[in-house]
């Protein structure tokens, strides 16, 4: 292959291929991580459209294509326009020409986008304005916090039984704003449901029925009742593991006969609970507190400790367990606990229900939607509401003949509501053909047309209510037998290499089981190798296998003396110091030559470098940082998108000191934040703050801070009072701007006057710092599309931001650096990189939203701790064991994904870490060693963290000859610190030289690779100038030589403009004769009236005053500009020669015509506006409004209204002439456009009553 020639692209495999092609049914594509499910996603577009049989082939905008994000679906239609490109490139063909120009118009986007399309067109069918807007994510959020702060203060007022009161101190310790964000929690969550009124009404019924009936005889009891055997049969199932590990270490009869008696009573247990009650179990297991003595077993007999570990695993299980709090109510307890539940779940759920009525009739008011409301009114515009279940309306009909293939990606992330959305425009919902209320393309009916790919054990998004089990249910049912729909499993990985491959697979094979996370790792889900990499001895290139786990531990152990600054770090920072160690190895920056790697298509491998490592973090608030500082230490470029950071860099906090006090300038902290600022430029301020306050320190009563520093300013005559009042002044005119204008306006004024953002620029982290303020006037540009836009309300929402999540500092690295990149394993799904590096995983895994005292969950309904008043205690419920049962099921699987994410982005290598003291590791390696198969349910369910997954699989096979895991233990001597004094380090000679300020070395003999990089930064754009020049241009400034040369933009931050302009405008008394804008009202008024009249009927005054009144009446008029209409002069043009005309071809008129055409840079018109040479290759836009053109037989009648107020002869010509570049480039495109030569242009001057050729 010739050397810059591309690799051809790899075929289709069988199974993409029959993803790709196969058609007249429903396809499920099982599509696991680096399989190329995007590929194959718009090669069956493509496909459809180009190759498919009848009647099967569609044009593309019968396609409905909907992905996960805006980014998706714009990858999605670039990736089918390339292929359908390709397809008219190899075979011309007028149709695929046709619809590769059509793509545009394909219905290619989100969800949300579809939904917004739907609606749009169908809002008549459920009461919407047709002018609605949907409102972002964070004003819906401060929305619905001013909807539910209302709603808790009126609950208060008509509160007469204490309900509210009641559960405020019972559930949230009397704070409202817990109880509110539980609503607004369980509201979000309600959004998800196809029917969220039903969930209400059924949790309560449910928690009802609880009270009522014995445990045997309500929903929620049956599900404790199925909880307490599943746990009996867990652990029985754990003592029969535990009796066959103990049997392969050899003969502990003492031991066994132990775990024997254990496991007959777990039997004898489940037994009872088939055919007695709940009571009676209880009291037997009572009876059953203690267990007989173990025998003991001679010290010298071998694999005495592993089997000893294994006893006791169980016998304290079985004495201390969770599932004894199961069994230690008798059914009236049971009973009494929800009869107790009942008031609270009422009230709760009923200001639920009461938010979510209030919050539609706010957002009715200001017709605005939220992303919720999208899915829901197109459901109800989908839906059949006259029938029981999901029917399809005339309207899904519609869509139903209108889309031949509804193709879905990421459909592991869908949840009930959207499933139901896009069943119903797919041909599965088909019903009886019916009347339409739209017209559609009549074709026969097709089978099934539904095509989702996605990949269940990459369903990471719980907090945006995806819900994996709509996945689940659809390949259960397609691979059924007598389904009328197939599942295709998409087993390649074309990522990674086969051994670390085996490694990941062998990890989630004894993880990922039905029984714990409804996910069976078998092998339709076994990743296998589809890459092949070239066979290589280097010991210095990866093989893959096996996954390097290192295990730190939490504190020094005996002999371990780390240094004292490594002794202060807390566990991420050791763990970050123990990452840069490992990339310093793989780079060759600590003593030995780099690891090497390969490129994509690379054939050789190269040394690896900083670029091609990434280190995945569960969330990155706070801990990027820390990752970020430690790498700096060891020399490590990097870059953290960092989740936190923003609200706490010095120049937003200077900023939001400045906004708070123009917001409210009685604040203290505020107004010593600001003067002490470079936003205020004072000198000496530590001195001038110091000797306002002295002034006044004697006051009676003393005075705040804020009136000390304003009395000063107005009292005193000194240089510090004047540089006070100068400051004060300052503020006091930002702050009349900030009543006047938008909040983005404001901060962009403070911007310039300031110079705040050249002086921000250079400082150290300039760029980053310059970013942040920008990003400050983004948000507020943002904010000014919200209804309530004051400042107060901006700060508000800023505060919210930052109580939710701080939001991370904004991205200023490029793809092209070579940096270390710190993401979030949410980050990087769908990214893959050379060397994965995976910290944190001793970290607890966070079940905070399955433990608390309110549980709620789509299917289960709610869960509340009962609240004893009497005994000022708090104790598990029924509903709320079931329910955080569930959630925990569900939390835990999602976490295992998580995990399964992390892992499969590593192409070559994979390195692990974690943090846990060191009786783990040995208590992994008594316990696991030789254990066979998956881990037990409860093991994997209950589960600290996720290094108590990967320890026992580690110790499953690290004897094997090919373990998965290599377990590499550290004491934290180890590490050390690259600045403390005296450590000792290997770096580079480069940074060594850089930190001892010694001279580089002479410039080094380029690489080809680097001569490549050097080439392409020196490269200078041959067309610079040119593209200083706008895209679009009006006919108007055309005419009046004013081409802009740049499009209107964000303002500059080049260049700083700290001057403030003193000049005001003449005062509207001081002007002599007409104003201005009586004048421009009034030639409006009048344009618009000979925009909609109609000639023909416009014979005399009455019949023109006639058509104004009408006008006034249709709204086209206000009653204001009724009465500054120029009837007389409308009535003259009528009629002129010109006039005459117009009403003999009222017919032919062509109004307010909007015109759109190209010209050259090299016509003169456009030249005479700057002084940039064309250079033939490039054209501009130019637009424009036409007000009137006839066209007649021998030439069209080109026709503008001019309002301008001149009289005299002279000036009249000097407009005239200025507009005839105007007209003449009006006239030039509309013939090009109609294909009609314009014989004559007119200027109709109304105030002069002129008619003007030109």
Known sequence: MPEGTPPAKPSLTPDQRRGVETVGRSLLLSAAAGSGKTRVLAERCAYLVCDAPPPYRCDVTELLVVTFTEASAAEMRERIGRTLQSRVHNCPDSRLQTQAALLEQAQISTLHGFCTTLLRQHFHLVGLDPAFSVMDEYEGKLLRLDVGRDLIRRRYETDQQQSLSRLLDGYYDGEDERLLSEILRVHEMLQSLIDPEAWIRQSLDKTEQAAKYPLAKHPLGH?????????????????????????????????????????????????????????????????????????PVRATVPNKDQAKALVDAVAEEFKNGSWRTLLKSTEAQWRDGMTRVVPYARELLELVAEFGREYRRVKDESRQLDFNDLEHFSLKVLRDSTQPGLVASSAARYYQRLFKHVLVDEYQDINELQNAILSLVSAEARDEPGASGAEAPHRPSLPSNFFCVGDVKQSIYRFRLADPKQFLAREAALRGAGSAGEVIDLRQNFRSRGPLLEAINRVFERLMTRSAVEIEYDQTQRLAAGRVFPDADDARVFSGAPIELHVLPRDAGDGDTPEQAVEEWDRTEREAALAARRILEIVGRAGQAAMRVYDRQGTVPRPATFGDIVVLLRTRKFKAGQFVRIFERFGIPTHAESGSGFFESTEIRDMLALLGLLDNQAQDFELAAFLRSPLARMENVEDALATAVVAYRQSAPPIPFHEAVARYATEKTDAVAADLRSRLEWLADLRHQANRQPVHETIWAVYQQSGYLAYVAGLPGGQQRSANLIELYDRARSFGTHRRQDLGRFLEFLRTLEAEADLGQPSVASEAEDVVRILTVHGAKGLEFPIVIVPDFGKAINTFDAAGAVVVDRTHGLGMKVVNEELFARYPSVGQLVVEDQLKKSLMAEELRVLYVAMTRAMEHLVLIGTTDGRSVDGWEKRWTGHSGPLPDADILGAGSMLAWLGPVWAADHAENQPTLELIRHSLAELHDPRSPGATHDVSRLVQAVQTLRPLDATPVLSPEGAKVVARLEYAYPFEAQSARAAVSSVTAMAKGQTPKTLPAAPSTDIVNTERSDRLALPAFMSAGESVAAAADKGTATHTVLQHLRFIEAGNRSQIEAQVDRMVAEGRLTETDRGLVDVATIEWFVGTELGMLLRTNEGRLMREMPVYFAVSPQDESVRSADSIEPSGLDSMMVRGRLDLFIPLPNGGVLVDYKTDNVRSAELIESRKQTYEPQMRAYGDAIARITGVPVARRYLVFLTPRRVEEV
């Not at 254990?262 to 055919?275: E, G, S, W």
């Open 223 to 295: 599900e404790l009742l199925a909880l307490i055997r599943r746990r009996i049969i867990g652990l029985g199932g754990r003592c029969n593991l535990a009796l066959a590990s103990m049997r392969k270490l050899g003969r502990f009869e003492p031991y066994e006969d132990q775990i024997v008696g254990i496991l007959q009573i777990y039997r004898h247990l489940f037994k009872q609970l088939q055919t007695r009650s709940v009571d009676v179990v209880a009291e037997e297991l009572a009876g059953v507190e203690k267990l007989p003595n173990l025998k």
